[in-house]
Every structure is written in structure tokens, then in C-alpha cells.
């Protein structure tokens, strides 16, 4: 059975940094991975969706990067802002037409 | 980009009573809808997966006859909890992918938090 882990599970940091969520995942044998973001009480906002082919994306401020053979995704915020400041949830997609697992999530504070 | 509206965004009930969310496909098409059920500080987790026409297959320890869920178009779906109580309080999101494109994002709905007094 799938089983994605994020770490850290909460994170606060000045404005202006640079940081690095991490994602890890127990089956390599995926067809994708999504980074979301959620704001308290809302839902979920797709950032970038990488295919298991590909090794990185990216999007503005953001990159994130695949290592499918060991199981390890990371996304890459630079220059933090306060705006920045939500729930970055990871989630693979085994196969087809399956449901994502999703990771608990990393709380990023980024502070003024 | 594609949408997916979910309605009601939140909804306080009193215990026993049932509570209908929808959720809809607007500029495409969803054979498959996911439904998800977020607590506090948790992950989404999945509760059951709505396919088109066809009965709805639900995850290990979700009661298909608590939450029901009807998939009866490629643009809508339905999940009413039935009975509800205290412990039923909880965010529900359902998500949709274009028919068209297997494996490609999954689009979510904003959200409904229920609260069942």
C-alpha cells in the first residue's frame, strides 16, 4: 500500500528565505505527483504535477523535482513571501484512473 | 482551466438529520469523482471513489450506507450523509478528472465543511 510522508510537518521562516519541502513515497511504480496548496479551510489549488518521465517542474517562485527510483519528491520555494504562508500537501497517483494518496501535509508560515 | 464546483462551502446540521453536497464538473466532463474527507491537521483521505452510472466503491471502513453518494451524470455527483452526528463534522472536498485525460491533474472542489451539532 502507497504511503506518503512529508517532512517537516511544520515550518516557519523569515521572509525572503529560500526552502525546500520534502515528500517521500513508499512505491516507486507511480504515474504521477501533484503538489497542492490549501488554505486553512479551503480547498485545494494544484501547483504543479509532475510526470513519473520527467525530473522537474516548475512554475515561478517554484520547482519542484522527481526522483522516482528512490521515492523522493521535493518543491522548491525561493524567496518566500507572507503570502506563501498555507499547507503543501504531496500526492502520487499509482496508476490510471486511481485516486491520489495524499502526505499530511507541511504548514508554512512565512513570516514579515 | 477546469472547474469543479462543490456547494454548499459549509453547512451546520443537527444531529439525525441529513445533509446533500454536490459537486460539479463545469467545462468538462468526469467519468470518475473522487470524494475526500479532510479532519483537522489530517491529510485528505479518500472515502469513496463515484464512477458514472454505476455504483460507487467506497474505502475500507467508510459506510456506503451512511454516506451516499450518486454519480448520476458525466457533471454531477452527490454525497449525502445520512443521519448525521457530532463525529460526521468534518471538511469534504471531491475532486474530478477530465474523462479525457487519464492521469492528468485532478481538479478539486472547494470544499464543504459540515458541522453537525
Known amino acids: 500500500k502507497q504511503e506518503v510522508t512529508q517532512i517537516p510537518a511544520a515550518l516557519s521562516v523569515p521572509e525572503g528565505e529560500n526552502l525546500v519541502l520534502n515528500c517521500s513515497f513508499t512505491?516507486?511504480?507511480?504515474?504521477?505527483l501533484q503538489w497542492f496548496r490549501q488554505d486553512p479551510g479551503k480547498g485545494l489549488t494544484s501547483l504543479l504535477l509532475?510526470?513519473?518521465?520527467?525530473r522537474e517542474q516548475t512554475s515561478g517562485r517554484l520547482n519542484a523535482s522527481l526522483d522516482k527510483s528512490s521515492g523522493r519528491s521535493t518543491l522548491y520555494i525561493a524567496a518566500s513571501q507572507p503570502g506563501d504562508s498555507a499547507t503543501y500537501l504531496c500526492?502520487?497517483?499509482?496508476?490510471?484512473?486511481?485516486?491520489?494518496?495524499f502526505g499530511k501535509g507541511t504548514r508554512l508560515s512565512v513570516i514579515a | 482551466g477546469a472547474v469543479v464546483s462543490q456547494h454548499p462551502s459549509w453547512v451546520i446540521c443537527k444531529s439525525g438529520t441529513s445533509v446533500k453536497i454536490e459537486c460539479r464538473s463545469l467545462?468538462?466532463?468526469?467519468?470518475?469523482m473522487f470524494w475526500y474527507r479532510q479532519f483537522p491537521k489530517q491529510s485528505l483521505m479518500l472515502m469513496a471513489t463515484?464512477?458514472?452510472?454505476?455504483?460507487?466503491?467506497?474505502e475500507q471502513g467508510v459506510e456506503k450506507d451512511k454516506f451516499l453518494i450518486n454519480h448520476a451524470s458525466l457533471t454531477l455527483s452527490t454525497l449525502t450523509v445520512t443521519s448525521a452526528h457530532p463525529e460526521d463534522s468534518s471538511f469534504y472536498i471531491c475532486?474530478?478528472?477530465?474523462?479525457?485525460?487519464?492521469?492528468?491533474?485532478?481538479?478539486f472542489g472547494n470544499g464543504t465543511r459540515l458541522t453537525v451539532t
Open positions: 500526492a502520487v497517483l499509482h496508476s490510471g484512473n486511481t485516486p491520489l494518496v
Open positions: 467545462d468538462f466532463q468526469a467519468t470518475t
Open positions: 475532486s474530478a478528472r477530465d474523462q479525457a485525460g487519464i492521469g492528468s491533474p485532478l481538479h
Open positions: 509532475i510526470q513519473s518521465s520527467q
Open positions: 512505491d516507486s511504480a507511480i504515474y504521477n
Open positions: 463515484s464512477n458514472e452510472g454505476s455504483k460507487a466503491t467506497y
